[in-house]
């Protein structure tokens, strides 16, 4: 049973950045296909980014595209998540999450993740 627990969040300024981090305990997490999803007040849970196994592929949400960058090092078992160029609409409790299935085509659709973090709140002050 693999845990996650992320860490990083806090509060951070509009034009500003933050650098979440998310570790995997009780098995690796190599070649599962990990993501980051977020859940803002009175809102949807949000896809946010998705690493591939190996980590050679990325893929982020419509909304933090070319602002947020994922990446990954199995060799330590862990994730990142770089937020940049921050703005209030980022406010929202981070999730990271992690599925064992390699199916790329299901990176975006959060009930396709096995595992999950209890995720890590992060405010953004205007």
Same mark, same amino acid.
């Given at each position: 049973? *693999?845990?996650l @627990?992320e860490? !990083? %969040?806090?509060l951070g300024?509009?034009?500003?950045?933050? &650098?979440l981090?998310c /570790?995997? +305990?009780?098995?690796?997490i190599?070649?599962?296909?990990m993501?980051w999803?977020?859940?803002?007040?009175?809102k949807?849970?949000e896809f *946010?980014a998705a @690493?591939?196994? !190996? %980590?050679?592929?990325?893929?982020?949400g419509?909304s933090? &595209?070319?602002?947020? /960058?994922? +990446?990954?090092?199995?060799?330590?078992?862990?994730?990142?998540?770089?937020?940049n160029s921050l703005?209030?609409?980022?406010?929202?409790?981070?999730y990271?999450a992690?599925?064992?299935?390699?199916?790329w085509r299901?990176r975006?659709?959060?009930?396709?993740?096995?595992?999950?973090?209890?995720?890590t709140?992060v405010?953004v002050?205007?």
């Open positions: 049973q *693999v845990q @627990v860490a !990083g %969040g806090g300024e509009t034009g500003g950045s933050l &650098r981090s /570790a995997a +305990s009780g098995g690796t190599g070649g599962y296909r993501g999803f977020r859940r803002a007040p009175g949807e849970r *946010v @690493v591939s196994g !190996g %980590g050679a592929s990325t893929a982020y419509d933090v &595209r070319g602002r947020f /960058a994922s +990446s990954r090092d199995n060799a330590k078992n862990t994730l990142s998540l770089q937020l703005h209030p609409a980022a406010t929202a409790v981070y990271c992690a599925d064992p299935f390699p199916n299901m975006a659709n959060c009930d396709s993740y096995v595992y999950w973090g209890q995720g709140p405010t002050s205007s």
